[in-house]
């Protein structure tokens, strides 16, 4: 049956309107997931080259706990002073112990952490925290995507009779 009241013309208006919003939304979007995909500089010497979205998923190394650092600070021979960096026969003495505690478990563990937070583990704690910014943008981007359109949906449905 005709009904002018239920009649409703999609005008060219209302198509314009929806790749607008397509297109803002699409926009907002992108700018949400920046800070994921945008590159940055880290490690000791902001050498290293970073991407959030495939630098954050490393496993981190343990780091070594108290009792494991003291045996490796005690494995290690103090360092020479200028005087004794003079003296050949010193230095000969002091670099075969320092070869001897580079081979002691506990310097290994350590230097391994170490190698790990000044390679790939140098990028890790920022591309987490700008994969959380991310997370949280597009939640909120979600949050007003989902809100404005049950407002839209209930602003232009017709009342039925």
Partial sequence: MFDPN?????????????????AIVTVVVCVALW?????FAAGPDHDTGCVAIKDAWHSQVPAPNG??????????????TPAQQQDAQYMN????KWRTAQADPAVLRANERLDWLNGPG?????????LIVSGIALGAVLLCVTALSRVFRVRVTPAAD
């Fill in 6 to 22: 239920r009649d409703h013309d999609p005008s060219v208006r209302s198509f314009y309107r929806r790749v607008a919003g397509i």
């Fill in 35 to 39: 800070p994921s995909v945008s590159g």
């Fill in 67 to 80: 009792r494991e650092l003291a045996a490796a600070y005690s494995a290690v021979p103090p360092m020479p």
């Fill in 93 to 96: 003495a002091w670099r075969a």
């Fill in 122 to 130: 140098a990028c890790v704690a920022e591309s987490r925290h700008r």
